[in-house]
């Protein structure tokens, strides 16, 4: 089974930068983050496979950057030149290899102050 838990959020200016933190136990595929703000659905932020290839919500462009540390079993998703609109609950998943299933991490949340 695989287990996700997710650090490095907190509260920062506008134009301020947060590394978040998705360390899983278990092997796994692609890890993706999403965001979910109050009152909003939640959205895929940014993904990253197991060959290191990402890609990210039109959204975040050129603003974030996800990276991933094999031998750690950690992802990381940098957060540069933040927004208010940023301010959310930011959970990554993974998928489990040989089973497919989908876990989540609790949640961090980023909160952005203009």
């Known amino acids: 089974q695989v287990q996700l838990v997710e650090s490095g959020g907190g509260l920062v200016q506008a134009g301020g930068s947060l590394r978040l933190s998705c360390a899983a136990s278990?092997?796994?595929?692609?890890i993706k983050w999403h965001r979910q703000a109050l009152g909003n659905q939640r959205e895929l932020v940014a993904v990253?496979?197991?060959?290191?290839?990402?890609n990210y919500a039109d959204s975040v462009k050129a603003r974030f950057a996800i990276s991933r540390d094999n031998a750690e079993n950690t992802v990381y998703l940098q957060m540069n030149s933040l927004k208010p609109e940023d301010t959310a609950v930011y959970y990554c998943?993974?998928?489990?290899?040989?089973?497919?299933?989908?876990?989540w991490g609790q949640g961090t949340q980023v909160t952005v102050s203009s």
């Open positions: 998943s993974a998928v489990e290899r040989g089973t497919f299933n989908v876990y």
């Open positions: 990253i496979t197991s060959d290191g290839a990402s």
């Open positions: 278990g092997s796994i595929f692609s």
